[in-house]
């Protein structure tokens, strides 16, 4: 395991962080308490200390396993969890981005988790109506008290986060130094403007979803059942087969399987990219932490990338035609080299790429 740096914050996290949907089996399906303590420990072996969880997942149950786990050691570990989603059903308040609901929310997972402070508190989700300055001066509140140390925002729309950040930066408030996104060889959308954003915010992007619910271990080629009920994901009539083929193939000639191949690709994306890695075994567990030890040569990366290219549209498709790239970076464009970027690509490749 080697590590990384969570954003501007200066903390030092593990290449794979562990997600704990799973823990629990409240919803039918899952980890049992004790399997779920078992895969953090086996996570914690292998030299993971980034935990992430939320309020929401099995009804709180997960961030008990993980207080009674973590019990005697939990400042070892760079703890986050989630606010937003609804957590009593029928009142109102119990949902939201607004104070009331960060702090209530807040309090309860200090309890279930059996700790003082959380190290990243993670906004689930985009509550329009809850305006964005209270949030940031709800969450820096949060920092000062000294009940979160960073904050971070999941699945929000890359112009919001921009103006989060710059907003928290104005006015001296803490801002965000993570995003989640739902990121892989299938999804690679986000990569039109979210991960740009990421980059130049400097934040890390914890990527969920990074097997897209299965797809990406081959499971389902060959007319296996397509159709994944349990995430409202709905793959029947997927055209994406091809793209999850070429993963077979480099997993089988490296002697891999293919989801380390997908966790290996993830972490060769540009910027701080952390998959999240989830289980409901120990046997999932530990075939996932092998992919560290998988590096996709030049080869397979350009296979991966070139099979899987979004189409990322306006205005990335009209910047990146010859006549516009003259126009904009002058006639001499193919003699000057960005020394921001650590490949000093030419800005030709820039404009391609991007």
Known sequence: MRYTLLGRSGIRVSELALGTMTFGDDWGWGASPETSARLL?????????????????????????I?????????????GTKYTMQAVPGDLNSAGNHRKSLV??????????????????WVHARDTLTPLPELMR?????????????????????????QANTLAELRDWSPFVGVQLRYNLLSRSVESELTVMAQAFDLAVLAWGPLAEGRLTGKYLDGAEGRITRGGWDFSG???????????????????????????????????VIPLLGATSEQQLTGNLASLDVTLDDDALHRLDEISAPRLGFPHDVM???DMIGLTYGDQWRQVTDHRRASCRPVNDNAQRA
């Open 41 to 65: 420990d086996l996570y914690a072996e292998a030299g993971g200390n980034f935990i992430d969880t939320a309020n929401a997942y099995t009804g709180g149950t997960a961030e008990s396993i």
């Open 67 to 79: 207080g009674r786990a973590l019990k005697g050691r939990r400042d070892r570990f760079v703890l």
């Open 104 to 121: 209530s929310s807040l309090e309860a997972s200090l309890r279930r988790l059996d700790t003082d402070y959380i190290d990243v508190l």
């Open 138 to 162: 709800a969450l820096d509140d949060q920092v000062r008290a000294g009940k979160v140390l960073h904050v971070g925002v999941s699945d929000w729309l890359a112009w919001e986060i921009a």
């Open 238 to 272: 997927d055209q994406s087969d091809h793209i999850v083929r070429a993963v077979v193939d480099i997993a089988e000639a490296g002697g891999w399987t293919p989801a380390q191949v997908a966790f290996a690709w993830l972490r060769s994306r540009p910027g701080t």
């Open 320 to 322: 990146a035609g010859e």
